[in-house]
């Protein structure tokens, strides 16, 4: 009863809507104009949202998503609950079958936190486990509603699906914070991200005992990639007894203050309708939300008054990863970003130390990371940098670079290597070194490469 009556309160503050909607609710000109949204501002979000809503599109299980009973005194791995996705509601590939379930995290802090995750099973049945791999979504918003295990395609978007194609079992956390609201999603907070996947694993390991290989492979694309990539250098994967293999990091991101500073110096040239066309302006207000997930005090001084004010309307609408952008896409750079000072900054430095990969952790296994030369929003030299940094500490790094595509083909464009790469880990093959390679494109010049606004 209790979710039926947050709803309640919340279609008082917006308006309509329905017992199980969990994100992107309606917002009503008067709402809109408490917080300077004025009719482009709220044009902007209706039309984002309808791709919000086609993304986050089963009927969100508020029952499901809460708390377990049994949260308080389990331990990290426990599975709290286990349900099957409705066939009929999904729209992934026939033949797969899939779960929900509940299961006990780690936080930034080491105390205990409860997500959930999706698994999906290849149809035929093995005479020996399936190999397992886990998957670490990219940006797919920074509230509940926005969990890719309530999408009916569990947010693909070529990512985990070539995976199952492939016979592999798929294990997909939503991250703490998405889908379970026990506290505020931690977003590209990478540290505590590598949590959920590992001990998403472990959950599904459990869950499953005789079902799923011992042995597993990570891979995660954006935000996941970051957290694929972390999760490498984890303290818990770095002997052979916990069954890791390997991973992949696929436009990963890294440095996010580094990311911060490129991109407005980069934007500085540029007309504000080409601003708007680079990835990265898109994830300003996701990376707000970050950085008050970790310090709740902070007020983002690099941030004008206006931008924030929007922000909070994208909170009280719960907006997902395709609209909360849109709160701010009727405004230039120079309006949301006010500050670049060192005091301004100095939170998202901190931040940084705390979540980025490759600061010089050791990663007793391989790992593919695959970039784009055209991401706009994660931008090549700082993977590249990256790259040099993890090849430094000693660690295995392969880094493929592709030409001409952007941050979201890429993941189904480079899917031969991945898919071959994991095939190898598991096989027992492939314990690289670092090396660095563009791959050749068969043909440049007719091969689809859209960009990132016209997916
Ligand atoms: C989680 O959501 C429920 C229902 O939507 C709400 O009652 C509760 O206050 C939220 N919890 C937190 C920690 O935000
Ligand atoms: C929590 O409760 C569920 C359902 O009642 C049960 O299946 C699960 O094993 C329990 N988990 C723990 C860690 O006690
Ligand atoms: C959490 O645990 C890790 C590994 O044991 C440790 O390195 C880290 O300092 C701990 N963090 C906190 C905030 O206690
Ligand atoms: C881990 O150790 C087991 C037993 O010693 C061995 O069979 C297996 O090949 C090792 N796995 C890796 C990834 O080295
Ligand atoms: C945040 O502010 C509240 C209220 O002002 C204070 O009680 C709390 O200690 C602060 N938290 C942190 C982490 O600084
Ligand atoms: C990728 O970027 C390069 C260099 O800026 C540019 O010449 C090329 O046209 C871009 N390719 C695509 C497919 O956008
Ligand atoms: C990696 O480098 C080490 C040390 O230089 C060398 O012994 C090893 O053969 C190399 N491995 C591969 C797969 O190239």
Redesign the pocket.
């Known amino acids: 009863m209790l979710p039926l009556f947050t709803i309640f309160l919340i279609a008082v503050a917006v308006y309509a809507s329905t017992p199980d909607r969990a994100s992107n609710f309606p917002v009503s000109p008067d709402v809109a104009a408490q917080y300077e949204c004025g009719s482009t501002c709220q044009e902007n979000i209706q039309a984002a949202s309808a791709t919000d809503l086609e993304d986050f599109d089963m009927p969100f299980d508020f029952d499901f998503y809460t708390t377990a009973k049994n949260f308080s005194g389990s331990k990290p791995g426990d599975i709290l609950k286990l349900q099957p996705v409705d066939p009929k509601l999904a729209k992934f590939p026939a033949g797969i079958a899939a779960y929900r379930f509940q299961y006990t995290s780690?936080d930034?802090?080491?105390s205990t936190i409860p997500a959930t995750a999706f698994i999906a099973f290849p149809f035929v049945r093995q005479k020996d486990p399936f190999k397992l791999v886990a998957y670490a979504h990219g940006t797919s918003g920074v509230f509940r509603g926005c969990s890719p295990s309530t999408s009916s395609t569990f947010y693909d978007y070529d990512t985990w699906i070539p995976l199952s194609l492939a016979g592999y079992a798929v294990v997909g956390t939503d991250y703490a914070g998405l889908g379970n609201n026990y506290s505020a999603h931690k977003y590209i907070s990478a540290r505590v991200n590598a949590n959920d996947v590992f001990w998403s694993t472990i959950a599904a390991q459990n869950a499953f005992p005789h079902s799923l290989s011992r042995e597993w492979v990570s891979i995660g694309h954006s935000q996941g990639g970051g957290a694929s990539w972390k999760l490498s250098e984890h303290?818990l994967v770095q002997k052979n007894q916990s069954g890791y293999l390997g991973g992949v990091a696929i436009a990963p991101n890294t440095r996010i203050y580094d990311a911060i500073t490129q991109s407005v110096n980069m934007a500085a040239g540029l007309s504000s309708e080409d601003q708007q066309k680079m990835g990265s302006s898109g994830y300003i207000p996701s990376i707000y939300f970050a950085l008050r997930a970790v310090y709740p005090n902070y007020t983002a001084p690099f941030l004008s008054t206006l931008a924030k004010k929007r922000f909070e309307l994208g909170e009280l609408a719960q907006l997902c990863a395709a609209a909360l952008p849109a709160v701010v896409s009727d405004l230039g750079l120079a309006e949301i970003i006010t500050s670049l000072d060192e005091d301004a900054l100095s939170v998202v430095k901190e931040f940084q130390e705390l979540n980025a990969p490759a600061q010089g952790d050791k990663a007793s296994r391989p790992l593919l990371v695959i970039q784009g030369a055209n991401d706009t929003t994660v931008f090549p030299s700082l993977t590249v940098k990256a790259y040099e940094q993890a090849c430094e500490a000693g660690n295995r790094v392969r880094l493929s670079i592709y030409p001409g595509l952007e941050h979201s083909p890429l993941s189904g464009a480079s899917a031969p290597q991945w898919l071959e790469f994991i095939d190898g880990l598991f096989e027992g093959r492939d314990l690289h070194n670092c090396s660095v390679e563009t791959v050749s494109a068969f043909d440049l010049e007719y091969a689809r490469t859209p960009a990132e606004d016209e997916l």
């Open positions: 780690v930034l802090d080491n303290k």
